[in-house]
């Protein structure tokens, strides 16, 4: 299933939607003005002085890419301000913020606690663990994304100055970054799973339309370039039906 950009559109509306609904309702329980979350700049300011986080935050918050992940850990710990802990509670919640926001905001069951006055949670090893791999796998998934990633020279095309096997660290910032066509894929590899040849590292369920940033840094003579390889191309002429990849 691809999806168009107008589904992506009125997805991005839903969601906006949702995070400003559901803050209006937070910020009323946590004593200020529901109003002043349609003050852009003004309405970050007061969430994070409500999550008892520095002013600085609004600093990662300017910057694109990272302010996603920013924006996600906000929303996670806005959560617990209502005293969930669990995972249960936590990933769901976050991921599906545009409708568990404003549930957290006006349900008269949900309760509000100061940042000071929460409860102390005691969290098992497994628990420190999980959230240490949690929060490095969504810093790590936004960077290779969006900002720079990691690839291995595989041919000997430009043996002249750089080796087979040699490890580059690409700039996907400058050159606008993409974003990925399927969302739905084990993180930390390429194409292909390891130790296979053709399975695929990802799944084709949900597919989003080509999208990628401005440019910051126009491609210049003499750049190197890192690109996807066009699979099913005429290398291989005599098995023009493969995958480049398969074979």
Request: no cysteine; aromatic share 20%; proline share 5%.
């Amino acid at each position: 299933m691809t999806l168009s950009f107008g589904a992506i559109i009125t997805l991005l509306i839903i969601s906006i939607i949702g995070l400003t609904v559901g803050l209006w309702g937070v910020f009323q329980k946590a004593g200020y003005k529901g109003w002043f979350v349609l003050i852009p700049g003004y309405n970050l300011w007061i969430h994070l002085k409500i999550l008892s986080r520095p002013w600085w935050w609004l600093i990662f918050l300017a910057i694109p890419f990272i302010n996603i992940f920013v924006l996600l850990m906000m929303i996670w710990k806005t959560i617990r301000l209502f005293g969930k802990t669990s995972y249960f509670y936590l990933i769901p919640g976050t991921i599906l913020f545009f409708l568990y926001l404003p549930w957290l905001g006006f349900s008269k069951r949900e309760q509000y606690v100061t940042y000071e006055n929460l409860p102390k949670f005691y969290k098992s090893t497994v628990r420190e663990w999980a959230d240490a791999l949690l929060f490095a796998v969504a810093a790590a998934f936004l960077f290779r994304t969006f900002i720079f990633e990691f690839y291995k020279i595989p041919t000997s095309s430009m043996e002249s100055s750089l080796m087979v096997g040699d490890y580059l660290a690409v700039d996907k910032f400058s050159f606008g970054g993409r974003v990925p066509e399927t969302i739905l894929a084990i993180p930390f590899v390429h194409h292909t799973l390891p130790l296979t040849t053709s399975t695929k590292s990802y799944l084709e369920w949900i597919k989003l339309p080509y999208l990628r940033f401005k440019v910051l840094n126009p491609v210049d003579h003499h750049d190197v370039v890192v690109f996807n390889y066009p699979d099913g191309d005429s290398v291989a002429v005599e098995r023009q039906n493969e995958s480049y990849y398969a074979i």
